[in-house]
């Protein structure tokens, strides 16, 4: 898992309740945190302190969200968008004004911290690039080259390649990668894991590559 305590992050949250529980999930990872509860308190803070990574609630059809949203993805900062589940709202809206990724309400501690770990990790890599033998990743384009020929993944496949990727050599548990690449952790789901770690060997020939580890997870040998 990335090193969350040396992040920043502004939430711009009106709602002091939701604002409370984002407090709350950043305080386990150790994270610094910032709460802006309107537009101009937030591009105030955003003028005198750096940043990692903005989190922001949107309510379906309130033009004065999208126009904030709007100013704040002209910021080059990471941008997670938060949606109530029961709002009828999808999240193209979001991705249109500059969202990076977003999350639907109510969310767990997990979802909340997973979402930010997966939008970080993209972050950390200037040229948007990542490499791995003869494995090329756009993170910008979520794009998979083997040797020069496109590979096609789904959008899980991909964000598990890429934390694999980022762990080289490091034995992961399929909680962990639950709660990294899908955003929660339940032991009963770990199937899920192993059906995707299955279709990546088959998918990259990683068949020498992806390691089982037996009573743990995973391990992506260098």
Not at 187 to 194: A, E, F, G, Q, S
């Amino acid at each position: 898992m990335l090193e969350l305590q040396k992040r920043k992050i502004l939430i711009v949250q009106e709602d002091k309740a939701v604002a409370a529980l984002m407090e709350a999930a950043l305080d386990t990872a150790g994270c610094q945190h910032v709460v802006c509860p309107c537009d101009s308190s937030a591009f105030f803070q955003l003028q005198t302190d750096r940043f990692d990574l903005i989190l922001m609630d949107i309510e379906d059809g309130n033009p004065t969200s999208l126009d904030i949203l709007n100013k704040l993805g002209a910021v080059d900062i990471p941008l997670i968008c938060l949606i109530d589940r029961n709002s009828g709202a999808v999240p193209v809206p979001g991705f249109q004004y500059g969202a990076e990724d977003f999350l639907l309400k109510p969310f767990t501690v997990a979802d909340l911290l997973g979402r930010i770990e997966i939008v970080l990790s993209h972050s950390i890599h200037p040229n948007h690039k990542l490499s791995f033998h003869n494995i090329e990743i756009n993170l910008t384009e979520r794009l998979v080259t083997q040797a020069g020929r496109l590979i096609q993944l789904t959008p899980k496949e991909f964000d598990l390649l890429v934390l694999l990727v980022e762990h080289t050599d490091v034995a992961m548990s399929r909680a962990r990668i639950l709660q990294a690449v899908w955003g929660y952790c339940i032991t009963c789901d770990t199937r899920t894991v192993d059906m995707h770690i299955m279709q990546l060997r088959k998918k990259l020939d990683f068949r020498q590559k992806l390691k089982s580890v037996i009573k743990v997870g995973y391990r992506l040998d260098r």
